[in-house]
């Protein structure tokens, strides 16, 4: 073994190195120098993305580490927008932690754990990898939901998703168990090529329970509980946090558990998979409708993408699980920007997460709102705006595979999902502001990043191209 | 004249952003911008009609360039005798609106022009648009303006009235959009004439077709989708309204004559008299409708729909025809109808609303009661008023005698029926619109703050004269405009009634 071999794993390797050192650096330099935890967070990042850039690229697909880890393309490519999504999370979160007084080294350093875990989850070629990173992820999480101790709901909404996630994680052991146990092997590989129709019944039961998992981790109806929940529980920078760069974790778990493992089960998994879809859709637009915290709102908007992401791997083709990611990546930037705009909306002591608190944010703050229209526009799915080339890479491949009633039932879906995305721009735009509410802060770092987000949105949306060309490439 | 379409569509958009750039506090030079830019784009479109081929059915000015090499979609533009005409009008019917809001407009009056501006840009580009994509792309986005112009600029109803216009639109559109991809998946690429081209079962058509109609519809807007219009017509401010009537009820009429007709001719001559009797319902329904309306808007609102049944029976009526002759011989006169009166609604239903906008910017209502005697106090703008009713009414002379004229003619190759019962409508036509006129322009000055009125200053008249001699110029001369249509509409009609099985 030559140091060599080392190499595709190397972000990885960065980041655990990076968190022992923010750990030893935080602790030594006490409070009077806060400051320097973050700063070094996002260089760790920069730093870890660089090397990825360097030394861990991969021409194919290689399996490493007795068979535990696989590098492809599509790893280096997911977790490069991981580093990416990362960074600009805690860019946009800093002034807000502070604001609250919960600026600790601890959440920078659980936000990298997290960050590990996803990369494991990536790469993960094993049952055993695929569980390791859903765990280092989850429970990284379920710390920093509960991160502001002081505060009743996010208490709650930690409690929730730790007890509500114990039992997913259960479901994904128990399933992965029934398979070792009927197949005799951990290796995502041997287990794609050993699982073939006709299927012991075992097999499905176990497929059952992964895809349960799977919903849960993914927040698809009727596993979609905790979601809004935790969303609207916790401080708003983890909600921005979770809300973005595990969903890149999980359409890798879904990818590599379900497409490339257990592809010999496909006529049994995409058949839950579109029962799953067809509810989350529903359920995940109808209900946002009725919604009055934006959090919340924004929730149930995930759920619903859920089910547009959900929907690709109905398709169950190569062209499907491309336009899932493509999906999926377009989402968390625009994700990225909503809760970023929540987060620059807020103050001390002003949680901005009602909707009746954006009523003429075009007033107070013209920036914050055109971004927020913008994101809006995009998920609605509306040119010339990313969102509409996601939304129309999912119809283009259910029509592929012919699913003429999944389309209509999507379309139509997405009409009834414009209608709760333009109620948040009529309230920033058409209404007066209610009352005297705090002026939205200005920093002018961050404000430049929100403002790139939106720009890379509508630019994205101009020549969506070479994202698509990307995502395509790297799943083929 | 290569790049003429591209600077048609950018050119306007271009300088929106950049009057939105300049913001509300330099709105001087904003305004002098947004007019330099209107008039630019208006002179631009002068050489797409003189260099324009009549005698051909081909697209002119092509651009081709890459645009999503994954899907096959080109960045492909080209106008053909159906196009131009309507990109010429969008270019033309955007400075009075400009120029309208010179002085009224004194809320965020940056982002007022900056969203007409890209507006127009965005229309142009659904007209010049050569892949479906790219069309889809453009008539969707055109969407947000309109929304924030209704929703910021409007009446005291305006966000109903905007959400209810843009959930409309957007439900159609999917539909739409569902229709296209199922296309492309079969075809393999996005451009108009590949689908066009693309072989298709009679199952198959009849789907596409009713997604087409379901889009269309909507947005000519044909009874019974078109209870949006009325709400919208009434909260948009002026200008929203100008554009609304003038320009997007056409791309109803233009998405029925180059996609529903080409694409699935099969299904359109099975389901022709679904069309027709929707078209006749609006012509006569709607016309009796508009009779009862106290709002000049709403009135205004519900007389375009009317008109607009025109446009649908003159495209559709082409079935009726070969059915009942048996030849093509005037089957093309429907369509011509059609066009003539896409183009001529848009000039007088545009200067009917500037006309209303007129009034309110003076006494801020638009109920016809609060009006009479308006010619005492102000004759020249009451002699437009006129002018501009009696078009609406189908005078002989003006362009409105014109579109009617033809449809109703055609209408009667196919059945007297048909013709008689669209020939109602000029007497129902008539009646509303005089009846408007006689109320608000005539009669004895109803109260002192009519009698206070101000006549029409420099920049109203500019604007409604330019308009009237359009109307007038329509009216009197129709020749070349039927002229630079004759090739592509009897291309349309052999491609409306070859079938595709």
Known sequence: ?476 | MHGLLSILIWLPIAAGILVLLLGDARIGAGRWLALVASLTTLALAVPLWTHFDPGSAALQFPELAPWIPRFKAFYALGVDGISMPLIVLTAFMTVPVVIAGWSVIDMRPAQYYAAFLIMEGLMIGVFAATDALLFYFFWEAMLIPMFLIIGIWGGPRRVYATIKFFLYTFLGSVFMLAALIYMYVKAGDYSIASLQALPLTLIEQRWIFCAFLLAFAVKVPMWPVHTWLPDAHVEAPTGGSVILAAIMLKMGGYGFLRFSLPIAPDASRELDLLVIALSLIAVVYIGFVALVQQDMKKLIAYSSIAHMGFVTLGAFVVYEIVRHTGSLAGAGMGMDGAMVQMISHGLISGALFLCVGVLYDRLHSRQIADYGGVVNTMPVFASFMVLFALANAGLPGTSGFVGEFLVIIASFRASFWYALLAAVTLVLGAAYTLWLVKRVVFGPVVSPRVAGLKDLNGRETVVLGALAVAVLVVGVWPAPLLKVMQPTIQHLVSQAVASKL
């Open chain 1, 1 to 476: 073994m030559s140091l060599a071999t080392f190499a595709p794993a190397v972000a990885e390797i960065t980041l655990t190195v990076a968190v022992c050192v923010i750990l030893l650096v935080d602790a030594f330099a006490g409070e009077r120098r806060r400051r320097l935890t973050p700063t070094l967070t996002l260089l760790a990042l920069v730093i870890g993305a660089a090397l990825t850039v360097y030394y861990g690229q991969v021409s194919e697909r290689q399996v490493l580490f007795e068979g535990m880890y696989v590098a492809d393309p599509l790893a280096v490519v997911l977790k490069l927008a991981g580093f990416l999504f990362v960074a600009v999370a805690l860019l946009y979160s800093r002034a807000y932690l502070e604001n609250r007084n919960i600026l600790r080294g601890e959440y920078y350093v659980l936000a990298l754990t997290a960050l590990l875990g996803i990369f494991v989850l990536i790469s993960a070629n094993s049952l055993l990898t695929v569980y390791l990173g859903v765990e280092l992820l989850a429970l990284s999480v379920y710390a920093l939901v509960a991160f502001d101790r002081d505060s009743g709901v996010s208490a709650e909404a930690a409690m929730k998703y730790f007890v509500l996630g114990a039992i997913a994680s259960g479901a994904l052991l128990y399933g992965m168990s029934l398979i070792y146990g009927l197949t005799g092997t951990l290796d995502l590989g041997t287990l794609a090529s050993q699982l073939h129709a006709p299927l012991n019944a075992g097999v499905v039961l176990g497929l059952t329970f992964i895809v349960v998992a799977v919903a849960f981790k993914l927040g698809a109806v009727p596993f979609h509980m905790w979601l809004p929940d935790v969303y609207e529980g916790a401080p708003t920078s983890v909600t921005l946090f979770i809300g973005t760069a595990p969903k890149i974790a999980y359409f890798a778990l879904a990818l590599r558990l379900l497409a490339q493992g257990l592809a010999g089960t496909e006529a049994q998994w995409s058949q839950m998979l579109t029962v799953l879809a067809v509810l989350t859709l529903v359920v995940g637009n109808v209900v946002a409708l009725v919604q009055s915290n934006l959090k919340r709102m924004l929730a149930y908007s995930t759920i619903a993408n859920v089910g547009f992401i959900v929907l690709g791997f109905v398709a169950g083709t190569p062209d499907g699980y491309a336009a899932a990611m493509y999906y999926t990546l377009v989402y968390v930037l625009v994700a990225l920007g909503s809760f970023g705009v929540i987060l620059l909306a807020s103050s001390r002591g002003f949680e901005a997460d009602r909707l009746d608190d954006y009523k003429g944010l075009h007033r107070r703050d013209p920036l914050l709102a055109l971004v927020m229209m913008v994101l809006m526009f995009s998920t609605a799915g509306v040119p010339p705006f990313v969102g509409f080339w996601a939304k129309l890479r999912i119809f283009q491949v259910l029509w592929e595979s012919g699913h003429l009633w999944l389309v209509i039932l999507a379309a139509a879906m997405s009409v009834v999902g414009a209608y709760y995305y333009l109620r948040v721009i009529k309230l920033m735009y058409f209404d007066e502001p209610a009352g005297e509410l705090p002026a939205a802060r200005r920093e002018l770092p961050v404000r430049l990043a929100l403002g790139l987000n939106a720009v890379a949105v509508l630019i994205l949306g101009l020549l969506p191209g070479p994202l698509l060309d990307l995502c395509a490439r790297v799943i083929h």
